[in-house]
């Protein structure tokens, strides 16, 4: 009996290999996934435009002496060629010798930590009785969820108006109780417990939303089965809840984290970094050194924005490598 076998094309790896080259992954991935690609690449152009060519600058101009005075500029008819140069690290150097920029980092580690912990117990605290059956709770979700729909903006400046000292909502009430009022905004400890509080309201509903989303994806069975064999509320939340939980509490941590050690809004619209620089963050004292100071120090605010950078990078290595030596590699 003859077998008649049908001869398939070589395919391009066996090709390459028969040629004495060994397939590169690159060329591999280009070659299997062209069309991806090409779909891909404008979108990978804009981003290098828009992110890339500003971050190289920045880094570029931390390693100058550019500010206001020596930088290239055009006054009327008069064309001024820019004269700033090279200082290699010193503005590095200069910043991580000043007190200024620990007292900063301080703070800064302060409200992210503070602000990220509340927002991340209320909003599980809510997404597990939002979770359960209870009348109303789609009226419940939709309220909850308004501050997140809200512009930032708006909302610090309805909280700046409840926070005024004299004619503010908050010390209204405590006036009408018979306490005095609070300098909400004018004092260093109250302006910092009022930056927190503002930015906590802002990042409940975006916890609320991720623990509710993570808390339906875990199987009733578990709880059922948990609760036959005698677990009580605690230990089914503590042994089902929280490891069911997990991918999705190291990915909202972290995005978390990283929002609020960049929260310019609350901080600037809210008190800018006052009273005196209370409540002053690394990324509002790089903002006051590009725009407020005079002169501009743009070399300054730069070197700034690069450990601000480094900062954040190193925190999500060291998070992701601690995470994965638990078993939750994302």
Not at 43 to 72: C, D, F, K, M, Q
Request: aromatic share 12%; glycine share 8%; charged share 15%.
């Amino acid at each position: 009996m003859t077998v008649l076998t049908e001869k398939k094309a070589p395919a391009a790896e066996e090709v390459t290999k028969a040629a004495g080259r060994p397939p590169g992954r690159v060329r591999r991935a280009l070659t299997t996934h062209w069309y991806a690609w090409a779909m891909v690449a404008p979108v990978v152009t804009v981003i290098g435009v828009i992110i890339g060519w500003p971050l190289v600058r920045g880094i570029y101009l931390s390693t100058t002496n550019a500010n206001e005075a020596n930088v290239e500029r055009t006054i009327g008819v008069n064309h001024i060629p820019a004269t700033y140069e090279s200082v290699g690290l010193d503005n590095y150097t200069a910043i991580l010798n000043d007190g200024v920029f620990w007292d900063r980092l301080t703070w800064t580690l302060v409200w992210t930590v503070s602000c990220v912990t509340l927002s991340f117990a209320l909003g599980l605290g809510l997404a597990v009785m939002l979770n359960r059956k209870l009348k109303g709770r789609t009226f419940y979700r939709m309220a909850l969820i308004l501050p997140w729909a809200v512009p930032a903006f708006v909302s610090v400046f309805t909280w700046r108006l409840l926070f005024n000292e004299k004619n503010g909502l908050f010390n209204s009430l405590l006036a009408g109780g018979g306490i005095d009022a609070i300098p909400w905004l004018n004092d260093p400890t109250w302006a910092k417990l009022s930056v927190i509080a503002v930015n906590v309201w802002l990042g409940v509903p975006f916890m609320l939303i991720a623990m509710l989303g993570g808390l339906q994806a875990i199987p009733a069975d578990l709880y059922e089965a948990a609760e036959m064999d005698g677990a009580n509320a605690w230990q089914r939340f503590r042994h089902i809840t929280l490891p069911g939980l997990k991918p999705v509490s190291s990915t909202v941590v972290l995005i978390s984290g990283i929002w609020t050690f960049n929260m310019f809004p609350v901080i600037f619209l809210l008190t800018r970094g006052g009273p005196g620089d209370a409540t002053e963050i690394l990324v509002t004292y790089a903002y006051r050194l590009s725009f407020v100071v005079s002169p501009r120090d743009f070399a300054g605010s730069a070197a700034w924005g690069v450990l601000i950078l480094v900062l954040l990078s190193l925190f999500a290595v060291v998070y992701r490598r601690a995470l994965r030596k638990q078993g939750e590699v994302w």
